[in-house]
């Protein structure tokens, strides 16, 4: 069975920092194209960052700058660091990783960033 588990989300102050963890179980997670959501109350879920199948790295131009996607083969985990956090960051945010046979997404685990 294939799971996607986030982590390390919560609340922080603006100027703040957070690492996002996305576990993989049943699938690799630092090989392929893997990838960050969000989605605010009342609004689209919108891609954050990504690691496309060739391994470069494409980022909203609205966190470009302040956070960073990484990976870590030997924890089958894929990270996401986000640095000098603003209000409008919150949001519910999810990793997805698209596969030929499934499109796989994590419950979602919720930052809010306090002005």
């Known amino acids: 069975q294939v799971q996607l588990v986030e982590s390390g989300g919560g609340l922080v102050q603006a100027g703040g920092s957070l690492r996002l963890s996305c576990a993989g179980s049943?699938?690799?997670?630092?090989?392929?194209?893997m990838g960050w959501y969000r989605q605010a109350p009342g609004k689209q879920r919108e891609s954050v960052a990504l690691?496309?199948?060739?391994?470069?790295?494409i980022y909203a131009n609205s966190v470009k700058g302040r956070f960073t996607i990484s990976r870590d083969n030997a924890k089958n985990t894929v990270y996401l660091q986000m640095n000098s956090l603003k209000p409008e960051d919150t949001a519910v945010y999810y990793c997805?990783?698209?596969?030929?046979?499934?499109?796989?997404w994590g419950k979602g685990i919720q930052v809010t960033v306090s002005s």
């Open positions: 690691f496309t199948d060739s391994g470069l790295t």
């Open positions: 997805n990783a698209p596969r030929p046979v499934d499109d796989y």
């Open positions: 049943g699938i690799i997670v630092t090989v392929g194209t």
